[in-house]
């Protein structure tokens, strides 16, 4: 079973920038892709990123190429999304999401939910001047 816990969110004018932590308790963390999806009121949830198990290969929506960088730190059971060049539109609940994939160099940008076993709280970020 694992637990996870975002953080980092917060308030942020256009253009500037925020980290996010997503922190596991549980075994084996360096077993798992993680994922990161957001979700704007009234819309649906849009997959942001993902970093996999096995040689940290990332994947990005096309609405964060460029500006958002994932990256994890197995020793700190921990992975940090880097916003930057925030923009309105990027406003929403963050949460970080995890799924058992050992060995594998493969991770899936979750369309919803479903896509991922494990799922945080989430974390509001807002980006409005």
């Known amino acids: 079973q694992l637990q996870l816990v975002e953080s980092g969110g917060g308030l942020v004018q256009p253009g500037g920038s925020l980290r996010l932590s997503c922190v596991a308790s549980?075994?084996?963390?360096?077993?798992?892709?993680i994922a990161w999806l957001r979700q704007a009121p009234g819309k649906d949830g849009e997959g942001v990123s993902c970093i996999s198990a096995a040689f940290s290969n990332s994947k990005y929506a096309d609405s964060v190429k460029g500006r958002f960088t994932i990256y994890r730190d197995n020793a700190k059971n921990t992975v940090h999304l880097q916003m930057n060049s925030l923009k309105p539109e990027d406003t929403g609940v963050y949460y970080c999401?995890?799924?058992?994939?050992?060995?594998?160099?493969?991770?899936?940008?979750?369309?919803?939910?479903?896509?991922?076993?494990?799922w945080g709280q989430g974390t509001q970020v807002t980006v409005s001047s």
């Open positions: 999401a995890a799924e058992r994939r050992p060995l594998s160099n493969l991770c899936t940008v979750p369309l919803d939910k479903g896509f991922y076993d494990y």
């Open positions: 549980g075994p084996t963390f360096e077993y798992y892709a």
